[in-house]
């Protein structure tokens, strides 16, 4: 399959050119290979574009990209630009649009483990609403581990500092700690976030609401998992997801 044509489903698909953000989303790294296999990753890093090759794809999509700001292309970052061009393997990113996406987002696929029932968007963020919060069945807050704990890998951080039974959840995955003041406005019973806070669980203390934090590269693995099965059964290209996780 032709790169261009998979760029163009997807910059459409998860409405790349409408999203701000600081990622440079879309394609970022191009090949002139046809593409036969597509791998879906959470960083773009040596580690994973070296598994990449390993399972022969020509192109990696990832939700954490190289290019964020204006930066030289030196040092590890063009040790990683140098190995893609020289593999002649493309890269793809796709950070907000990803967390944010309806169908294959990183939240979407929380809510659906959660069994969150009309979710709806809450946590602004570069102008985008990109967390979700809505009604779950009644349960506490170690039922809701386990729900994730079939679902994800790592160690969940539980912090039960309000009510015992939770019935609306409020979600944003990656690093979400520092926004639990817009999950406290939502009346939400737990805030499920990835990457830990200091300050999240002082304000949490506070303001009696449960936290939880599942891991920044943990609760980022869900979407790019769900964007490859759809683009096996909306394109027909095989893929691939690679497993590098950070321990955070």
């Known amino acids: 399959m032709k790169l261009s044509q998979i760029t163009e489903y997807l910059d459409d ?9 600081s990622s440079l989303n879309g ?10 296999k597509a791998a879906l990753a959470v960083d773009a890093t040596l580690e994973t574009f070296e598994q ?6 020509e192109l990696i999509i990832v939700h954490h990209g190289l290019f964020w700001d204006k930066v030289p292309i030196r040092g590890p970052l063009y040790r990683r ?21 309806s169908e294959v987002g990183n939240n979407a696929e929380l809510a659906k483990i959660l069994g969150i029932e009309d979710a709806r968007p809450f946590l602004r963020y570069k102008g985008s609403l990109i967390g979700l919060v809505g009604e779950v069945e009644t349960m506490n807050i170690h039922k809701v581990a386990r729900l994730l704990g079939n679902h994800i890998q790592g160690d969940i951080k539980i912090f039960p500092l309000g009510k015992r039974e939770i019935t609306r959840v409020a979600i944003c995955s990656g690093g979400g700690g520092q926004d639990l003041n817009q999950a406290i406005e939502t009346g939400a019973d737990l805030y499920l976030t990835g990457e830990t806070s200091h300050e999240a669980v002082a304000l949490a203390r506070d303001a009696e ?16 998992k769900a964007l490859g099965k759809h683009i096996e059964t909306t394109l027909g290209l095989p893929t691939v997801f690679i497993e590098a996780p950070t321990g955070l």
């Open 81 to 101: 630009v140098r190995y893609l061009i020289e593999n002649r393997i493309g890269l793809y990113a796709a950070h907000l649009p990803l967390d944010m996406h």
């Open 52 to 57: 990449a090759k390993t399972k022969m794809a």
């Open 13 to 21: 698909f998860l409405m790349i050119p409408h999203i701000p953000d």
């Open 27 to 36: 394609l970022q790294v191009e090949t002139d290979c046809n593409i036969t």
């Open 209 to 224: 609401i449960n936290i939880m934090f599942a891991g920044h590269y943990a609760t980022e693995t869900l979407g790019p």
